[in-house]
């Protein structure tokens, strides 16, 4: 029972640079989610998607731009990786009415 | 957007000792959820507590939804329930946003 998966773990890119985080979620729902969080600090929403097809900004989406694939993938591209964009992102899942659950994170650094 | 506040923001225990941690929303709200982040960086689910109270093991919460605010009560605390709590809330009106607040930070010493 896998529940949400993060890839990459960890990432180090240079400035300038691109790349997609991928998140996919086997438990059906409906509603997920991409954060970040930066040191010392609590989790900010970069994009969010309802429903297959639809996808809303959150607090923080400068610089971010998602795909939701299907029902069970939501990706997070980053088109020119900036140093104020290290972070570590989190992707959830939920219906938007009971829980939500969060995939294992990852690390990213941009030099 | 909807706010929401913790306190108090750091808390530092002894083991054995009991603890509330609380969390205030400025609207009403149709989810809220409490989270544990564990000193390896994974969040982990506590409890789906709109409104009412559940209990699990030494923790227990309760919302009161009409007050906007919800507790978080740890009971005889062990040094593994170090770590960072959050509260998240999502509006009523089905924004489908789950905010988060700024956490509370537990460290529970022997």
């Known amino acids: 029972n896998a529940g949400v998966t993060q890839t990459p773990k960890f990432q180090v890119l240079k400035t300038g640079q691109s790349m997609t985080l991928q998140c996919a979620q086997d438990m059906n729902h409906n509603s997920m989610y991409w954060y970040r969080q930066d040191p010392g600090m609590g989790l900010r929403l970069i994009y969010y998607?309802?429903?297959?097809?639809?996808?809303d900004k959150g607090e923080v989406p400068n610089g971010y731009n998602v795909s939701r694939l299907n029902k069970r993938e939501f990706s997070l591209r980053l088109e020119s990786a900036a140093p104020s964009q290290t972070s570590v992102y989190f992707c959830?899942?939920?219906?938007?009415?009971?829980?939500?659950?969060f995939g294992q994170g990852t690390r990213l650094t941009v030099v | 957007g909807i706010q929401v506040e913790q306190s108090p923001p750091d808390l530092i225990l002894q083991e054995g000792a009991n603890s509330t941690l609380r969390c205030n929303f400025s609207?009403?709200?149709?989810?809220l959820q409490w989270f544990h982040q564990n000193p390896w960086g994974q969040l982990i689910n506590l409890f789906y507590?709109?409104?009412g109270t559940k209990q699990n093991g030494r923790l227990s919460a309760t919302t009161v939804a009409t007050e906007r605010y919800s507790l978080l009560y740890i009971s005889s605390s062990q040094t593994t329930d170090s770590g960072v709590y959050f509260c998240a809330v999502e509006r009523s009106y089905n924004t489908d946003k789950l905010i988060f607040g700024t956490g509370t930070r537990l460290q529970v010493f022997p």
């Open positions: 998607s309802a429903s297959e097809g639809t996808t």
């Open positions: 959830a899942s939920g219906t938007g009415y009971t829980e939500a659950f």
């Open positions: 609207d009403s709200v149709n989810n």
């Open positions: 507590i709109p409104s």
